[in-house]
């Protein structure tokens, strides 16, 4: 495959992949650090880590790898700020972030010399972001997995960006095969990111079980429940996500540890999201891209980018 050149501030990785930051505890050290020895950005999920936890996955990740390493971090959460300057203390190459939207971070970003990169889901967002000083966006649609700003897929908005913008533009939601990869550039894109195929992978740090229902999702296995933050998100067929479709149903907080800035409180989705990372089938919630029914196996991180680099169909 022909990659174009993919330039965050001085960051120019010999891919133009990014690994998605997926919470809680999703991606971690080990995976970021096994995408960044690849060639692409890897990147740790902050999201409800505590700061000495962050700070040690950075660490970590920064002892298994001389590539390129990001923070993913939720504007919806309230230690949003505390991670971001954590992550710059210990060293981050690029914070992204999303659920949401922060004009102050940028400020940030340029007094550390940090490149900000917001996940936006319109051109309207996406252009707000490039004059404030974003040094790249990252297009999502509707087809990603968790949160979501957006009832349109992917494709149909990207493209829209791209042509506006003069800062790369990235695109992400439901890139999960080489054929989707392929696609996203013959959009013109500069960049993919890819979460849920990364989750298939030997490094991810979840449990066996949620592997597992990512290779045996089948198309239909993917709804749209409504997320305490009051967001959208993609999450993968179980009994719990199941009886979160009816936004009347609630789920007894056991300890609240006001971690979003705005919640409704009807259930935990930190609590939920950690059962699912441990394979909690029961009271675990999954998210998942809708395109996760693509996946068929499991494969180490370099096996997943030889596939995709030696994919050659017109």
Known sequence: MKFPTLKIGDLVPKYPIIQGGMAIKVSMAKLAAAVANEGGIGVIAGTALKIDELKNEIKKAKELTKGILGL????????????IKAAIEAGIDLIIYGAGFSRDIFAIGKEHNVPIVPIVSSLKLAKIAEKLGAAAVIVEGVNAGGHLGTDEVSWDIVS??????KIPVIGAGGVITP???KRMFDLGLDGVQMGSRFV?????????VFKEMYVNAKEDDIITIESSAG????????????????????????????????????????DALIKGHDGDLENGVF????????????????????EIIEYEKD
Not at 72 to 83: H, R, S
Not at 201 to 208: A, L, N, P
Not at 287 to 306: C, G, T, W
Request: hydrophobic share 40%; proline share 4%; net charge positive.
């Open 160 to 165: 829209e960006v791209k042509k506006a913008l």
């Open 287 to 306: 998210f998942a891209s809708r395109d996760v029914y693509k996946i068929k196996n499991i494969l180490p991180v370099k096996e997943i980018f030889r």
């Open 231 to 270: 967001l959208p998100a993609n999450a993968i067929r179980t009994p719990m996500s199941e009886y979160l479709l009816d936004t009347n149903n609630k789920v007894p907080i056991k300890k609240c540890t006001n971690c979003l800035k705005t919640c409704n409180r009807r259930f935990c989705v930190n």
């Open 200 to 208: 298939a992978s030997d490094e991810c740090g979840v449990s066996d």
């Open 72 to 83: 993913n971090v939720m504007f919806a959460a309230t230690d949003f700020y505390e991670n």
């Open 179 to 181: 054929a989707d990869v």
